[in-house]
């Protein structure tokens, strides 16, 4: 395993990544799975429009998604599939290894190409997105056969990842945005393959369902008169579409607003500028009664600092991602009080098997990879000790099987 990077440059917080109700909130009626209309929104602070083209994933009554979620979304890893092709030089773009929302899919694809036979090489872009490119070229110069990249959006990294493309090198994408998103409208496709889970088929799709289970538990929490202070951090596209889907939740409850919007611009991420804003946003709205952190790495960057400082002992709080210190953080009485649960490793295994399929048949189209969520918040899904797991899935034995045996 060869590990490389350039120097830290522009912090960044990713996240991913992936809360909640009863039906004391009556709403107008739509589809348990999207609401009818297209949603957009901008940042008054950055000018910055994000449009979702078609229904809004994940977006019902709240009763309805939180039952959803609570009893979790995922399936199963697929049962069929191509025997490992062995012998693969494959390389990982980690959009930085300092922070959790990185390494651990990182971490989990590099463990997963070990058992695939494969020659794994880390790249570190040190939470630096001009890194990006810089990785992706190197794998290109060391004869890759494989590239996987965390969080790389197209725009981020076109050109190489074209040039990848034409050299025949296979692409596989974990939470990253491709050409083709309506937000981007780059051109042609630059990733190969990504892993599908189980009930959205797109990354947007999945981050805006995401967005609505964080949304109905805060509805729940409150009984339905919620009076939320909405984080936003809209540099990055994976959070943008989350709030899309939790915006989209929130009109579904009658008595419940959002009270403010405090947007978190990458250059106040590092040093006390976002835990000044937090802190502002909760003095000016004493009664707000909820509030949506946007991942669980920003709860560990500024949250939980500013959260620890106030006396707000009745704020709810949804968190992210369900890192193993977010989850202590819930079973020690908060400040989180809850997090929509992302199986990240599992994921990463996903993606891997995603890439192997492309080894095995070139261009062939993803499949379910039973992929999904679940909330866990005190009195749901929360582990007596350790951190989340999805119950009833034995997904790296499942894989490393189907990669032995191989089943069609």
Known sequence: M??????????????????????ACSSSSTSSSSSSKSTSTTSASSGTKTTSSTAVAGVGTPAKVL???YKGTFT????TGPKAVKGKD?????????????????NAIMQAGAVLGWQMHLYDAQLNPTNYPVGISQAIADGAQGIVAIAVTCNMAEAPLRQAKAAGIATASFSSFDCTDPNIHAGAPVYDTYAVYAKYNTPAKVMEAWGAAKAA??????KGKAKVIDITTPTFLVLRYADIGF??????????????????AISTLTGTGAQQKLSTALQQYPTANSLNVPNDAAFTEYANTVLKQVSRPNLEVAGGECFPQNIAEIRSGGPEDACD????????????????????????APVNEGLGTQLVDRTHNLPASGPWVPKGVTYIADYTKLWQTGKS
């Not at 199986?343 to 399929?357: F, I, Q, S």
């Open 217 to 222: 538990w805060i509805i729940g929490a409150t």
């Open 67 to 69: 039952a959803d979620v």
């Open 247 to 264: 915006r989209a939740e929130m009109k579904q409850c009658k008595g419940c607003s959002i009270v403010d919007s405090p947007s978190i």
């Open 2 to 23: 060869q590990v490389r990077g350039r120097s830290w440059l522009l912090p960044v917080i990713m996240g991913m990544v992936f809360a909640l109700v009863v039906s």
């Open 90 to 106: 494959v390389w990982v773009i980690s959009c930085g290894q300092a922070s959790l929302s990185c390494s651990t899919p990182a």
């Open 341 to 364: 649960a992302f199986p990240e490793v599992w994921w990463g295994y996903a993606t891997a098997d995603e890439l192997n399929r492309q080894f095995a048949h070139p261009g062939s």
């Open 76 to 79: 199963q890893p697929p049962a």
